[in-house]
């Protein structure tokens, strides 16, 4: 692999190692919604929940949509989703003490 891909992806998720990013990450995948929900619905400053959102958004991980005064923001790519299920499914795992990977007896 590309050392400039791999560069990529260690970036890319540093992206993701803010739980609040995560929260919102969670909140986008029902589809598009404006700063001030997620401020809401977060029960966060508007002013943190944007600044999460230009990092989402500079590194790909989001697109915007203006409609009149509103910014609406989406996940870029489904496949985000996908593979944080996956991680967050592992993860679990892990904590429950069992293996993520089970190794077959020969």
Known sequence: MKKEILE???????????????EILNLLKAGEVTVGDIARKLKAPKANVSQHLTVMRMMRILKTRRDGTNVYYRIANTKIIQACSLMQVALAQLMKGVPVVQSKKR
């Not at 998720?13 to 803010?18: D, E, P, Q, V």
């Open 8 to 22: 990529f992806h260690a970036e890319f998720c540093k992206t993701f190692s803010n739980p609040k990013r995560l």
